[in-house]
């Protein structure tokens, strides 16, 4: 069964930067579309980017312009560059993985940003 591990989650300082990866255990071109979602509590858990097999990107509305989504298919892994990070980014941040027989999910990684 694949696995989907994140790592690169920690407490930063409004204005910081973090990097999360997401590490697959199998071909990571199995899945059409590689995506990071966030929960925060009470929340919904909600899509922040993805990026499909040919490299195309979404961001939601609240990330654009800090955060960037890439993918090294050699390494099969994701990664989230999180920039100018705020108190609203804190949430755990899950690494998805989508195809045609379903989503794989990752264990999750927690984001807190405060000072």
């Known amino acids: 069964q694949v696995q989907l591990v994140e790592s690169g989650g920690g407490l930063v300082q409004p204005g910081g930067s973090l990097r999360l990866s997401c590490a697959v255990s199998q071909n990571i071109l199995m899945f059409y579309i590689m995506g990071w979602y966030r929960q925060a509590p009470g929340k919904q858990r909600e899509l922040v980017a993805s990026i499909s097999s040919g490299s195309s990107t979404n961001y939601a509305d609240s990330v654009k312009g800090r955060f960037t989504i890439s993918r090294d298919n050699a390494k099969n892994t994701v990664y989230l560059q999180m920039n100018s990070l705020k108190a609203e980014d804190s949430a755990v941040y899950y690494c998805?993985?989508?195809?045609?027989?379903?989503?794989?999910w990752g264990q999750g990684t927690q984001v807190t940003v405060s000072s």
């Open positions: 998805n993985g989508r195809r045609f027989s379903g989503d794989s």
